[in-house]
């Protein structure tokens, strides 16, 4: 069983930037594939950004293409979510997920682990 542990959600203006953590245990990091969803209230799951086991291979919603990055450390076993020019439409429950296999999908069904989500907030 792999757990999966989110950090680094908090309040920031707009504009303001915030770095969001993931570490998940129990399993070998770099066989993993790691990505970042998020929630807003009354609103479904969706994918934010994702990075390969294998090749590092990066993808990101349209949404914050531009603005996020998203990188791993196989050494430290975590996975990090850098967010730059923060808007309110940005404010959602963010969760950090693991999968086996070595592709980016962006539906959650495929994910196969799931952190308990960190709030990020953005006001206005």
């Known amino acids: 069983q792999v757990q999966v542990v989110e950090s680094g959600g908090g309040l920031v203006q707009a504009g303001g930037s915030l770095r969001l953590s993931c570490g998940a245990s129990?399993?070998?990091?770099?066989?993993?594939?790691m990505g970042w969803f998020r929630q807003a209230p009354g609103k479904e799951r969706e994918f934010v950004s994702a990075?390969?086991?294998?090749?590092?291979?990066?993808s990101y919603a349209d949404s914050v293409k531009g603005r996020f990055t998203i990188s791993r450390d196989n050494a430290k076993n975590t996975v990090y979510l850098q967010m730059n020019k923060l808007q309110p439409e940005d404010t959602a429950v963010y969760y950090c997920?693991?999968?086996?296999?070595?592709?980016?999908?962006?539906?959650?069904?495929?994910?196969?682990?799931w952190g308990q989500g960190t709030q990020v907030t953005v006001s206005s």
């Open positions: 990075i390969s086991r294998s090749d590092g291979s990066i």
């Open positions: 129990g399993r070998t990091f770099s066989s993993l594939t």
């Open positions: 997920a693991a999968r086996l296999g070595s592709s980016i999908v962006v539906y959650t069904t495929f994910w196969n682990y």
